[in-house]
């Protein structure tokens, strides 16, 4: 079984409120079409989801207890997932929503706790499970933000995935000459080059991201979309996280 991340920073413009990369999101469509595997999607929110959780001022961290923002980034993120669900289907992807918001939450200690027997029987199946980032409930902080790259290690470790694979708007993680690196075994070698997303975040960017993976016991890959059918064929490509 692989993960697949599609980021945000690929399949919208994540400049421009709630627009989607139609172009894009039709070329990671095609070529996730091609996986003869047992697949997991997981998308960010783009110019989506992190466009309301920065009007409301909800991060990883920073919660909020108004209704109003919950249902804004919620309902954005689903839209982007109908959009998502809309691509692989045209390509005869059999892709099935799993919203986070109403399958997870954060404790007291803002440890996730995500239940998988539902992606699990979905993949058992036959059908191709979509998650993305999104807004959850925490415990003594309203509501916050959960990401794709967090969702993704979660669901790498529970479901046993043999790899995983980030799509990005960069074909792999710049060093400070930027230079494309080749593999990265711990943050210190490349923390000096590491930055946040070059739009709208609230989730950390390539910093946070490089963090999670390297946490992850699976081989881990960033790259970008004309990488990715590289990455269902197997073929080395972008960097390799761990
Ligand atoms: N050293 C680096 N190498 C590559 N990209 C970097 C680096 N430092 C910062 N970045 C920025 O991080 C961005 C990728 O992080 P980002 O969180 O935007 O990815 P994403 O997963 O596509 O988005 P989303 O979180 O919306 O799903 C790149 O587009 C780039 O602007
Ligand atoms: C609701 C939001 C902001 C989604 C966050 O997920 P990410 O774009 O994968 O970091």
């Known amino acids: 079984m692989i993960i697949v991340k599609l980021g945000g920073s690929v399949i919208t413009d994540k400049d421009t409120p709630e627009t989607v990369d139609e172009a894009s999101l039709t070329q990671a469509a095609r070529a996730l079409?091609?996986?003869?595997d047992d697949l997991i999607v997981v998308h960010g929110g783009g110019s989506f989801g992190h466009h309301f959780a920065s009007e409301y001022d909800v991060s990883r961290t920073q919660g909020t207890e108004e209704y109003e923002g919950v249902v804004a980034i919620h309902d954005a993120m689903a839209r982007l997932n109908?959009?998502?669900?809309?691509?692989?289907?045209?390509?005869?992807?059999?892709?099935?929503?799993?919203?986070?918001?109403?399958?997870?939450?954060?404790?007291?200690?803002?440890?996730?706790?995500?239940?998988?027997?539902?992606?699990?029987?979905?993949?058992?199946e036959g059908f191709v499970p979509v998650l993305h980032g999104d807004v959850v409930g925490h415990e003594g902080r309203g509501a916050t933000i959960l990401s794709g790259d967090e969702l993704v290690v979660e669901l790498a470790e529970r479901l046993d995935a043999e790899r995983v694979g980030l799509c990005s708007a960069v074909p792999g993680v710049y060093d400070e000459n930027d230079e494309v690196v080749e593999r990265i075994r711990a943050f210190g070698e490349v923390a000096g080059a590491l930055?946040?997303?070059?739009?709208?975040?609230?989730?950390?960017?390539?910093?946070?991201?490089?963090?999670?993976?390297?946490?992850?016991?699976?081989?881990?890959?960033?790259?970008?979309?004309?990488?990715?059918?590289?990455?269902?064929?197997e073929e080395r490509v972008g960097t390799r996280i761990g």
């Open 33 to 36: 079409a091609a996986v003869d």
């Open 82 to 124: 109908g959009e998502v669900l809309d691509a692989l289907h045209a390509e005869d992807v059999p892709a099935v929503p799993v919203h986070p918001f109403s399958a997870g939450f954060r404790n007291t200690v803002a440890d996730l706790v995500f239940p998988t027997g539902q992606v699990r029987t979905l993949l058992r």
């Open 195 to 233: 930055g946040e997303s070059e739009s709208t975040d609230v989730t950390g960017g390539m910093a946070a991201k490089v963090e999670e993976l390297l946490a992850l016991d699976v081989p881990a890959t960033i790259f970008d979309l004309d990488g990715l059918d590289a990455f269902v064929r």
